[in-house]
């Protein structure tokens, strides 16, 4: 194995103090022209590269930031992941993707593994933990920026879908096609996005003159068997619903699941809307009538964010909503 070329080696070579070498890697001034040219011949002849961790101890920057979601399984999340990557790759930094797997418990422990790691900054997506809880979690690492969840802190950015308008723009749509029984699968309870979204179904509901049944509201895990389950549990209950609206498009493939087994056909006997449109809402049959959300963008603007608060750029706008925007397919017609 060859032996990794030290500064040692590089100051030796060029006759020259460690001192001034450090000051070349990390094009600090005090070093003439000429010999930071000399340095750097000799650092690129020898193939030095320096230590992160070295670095690190000058600039107090590890490079790396921490990024965590509920589900990397769920391809809502691949694609905010690589809107963070791509700023972040442009940036010079690199990213650390942790899992917590819906678990609050994990979420706690990646939280604190990612500080003992000193990462500059951390997003954190649809975080499920508790507001005291997030708020003493975050205010430890010295950037810091959510996504799909809004916490009362000045140094804290938020990136946003606007949830209630997406619940209330399926909920008209759906009504428009003369729903009035209409159910909702509305995701993990601990859930912002899912609570927002229920918010825009209700009023809208009450805007028709028409009353928002809770029992009609069902929470369940963010997934195709989440979605499965309680929507066959809600249409045994209510074979009279004629619509299912669902907290993503993961659920609402399991609603369609249900619907099958259940010898409903989609849409003349159930209606069915999900939400993300994901690429998989486009492929299923019958295909599914969706709200989009801008994924890539939502990564992307949690990135541009938090490099403006590791860089101490002043910024007037910590809070970026994004809009959604429904997209009809054979689902719900």
């Not at 975080?127 to 809004?150: D, F, G, I, T």
């Not at 179904?201 to 895990?221: E, K, P, Q």
Request: net charge negative; charged share 25%.
């Amino acid at each position: 194995m060859t032996e990794r070329v030290t500064m040692e080696q590089v100051a030796r070579e060029a006759g020259v103090s460690l001192m001034t070498v450090s000051r070349v890697v990390n094009d600090r001034d005090g070093v003439s022209q000429a010999t930071r040219e000399r340095v750097q011949a000799i650092i690129e002849r020898l193939g030095y590269r320096p230590s992160d961790i070295a670095r690190g101890l000058v600039t107090r920057r590890t490079a790396t930031i921490g990024l965590v979601v509920p589900d990397v399984a769920n391809p809502f999340f691949s694609e905010v992941a690589r809107g963070v990557e791509h700023v972040a790759y442009e940036a010079g930094y690199n990213v650390f993707l942790c899992n917590t797997e819906e678990d609050t418990q994990r979420e706690l422990g990646v939280l604190r593994s990612l500080e003992e790691k000193r990462v500059d900054g951390i997003v954190l997506c649809s975080s499920r933990l508790e507001e005291e809880q997030l708020e003493k979690a975050l205010v430890r690492y010295p950037a810091a920026v959510l996504v799909n969840r809004r916490l009362g802190h000045d140094r804290i950015g938020v990136v946003l879908i606007e949830d209630e308008e997406g619940g209330r723009v399926a909920t008209e749509h759906l009504l428009r096609a003369g729903h009035r029984a209409i159910g909702f699968l509305a995701g993990p309870p601990t859930s912002f996005s899912g609570q927002r979204r229920v918010a825009g179904f209700c009023v809208t509901l009450g805007t028709a003159s028409l009353h928002c049944n809770s029992d009609w509201i069902r929470h369940c895990s963010p997934t195709v068997e989440g979605g499965h389950k309680v929507a066959h549990e809600l249409l045994d209950a209510y074979p009279y619903l004629t619509a299912l609206a669902c907290y993503n498009d993961l659920v609402a493939v399991g609603a369609l699941q249900a619907c099958v087994e259940l010898g409903r056909v989609v849409p003349d006997d159930t209606a069915v809307v999900g939400f993300d449109d994901i690429p998989l809402a486009a492929l299923v049959t019958p295909s599914l009538t969706t709200c989009h959300i801008p994924r890539y963008e939502l990564g992307a603007q949690a990135m541009r964010l938090l490099l403006d608060q590791i860089n101490d750029v002043p910024s007037e706008c910590m809070e970026v909503v994004l809009q959604p925007k429904l997209v009809v397919r054979a689902s719900a017609p």
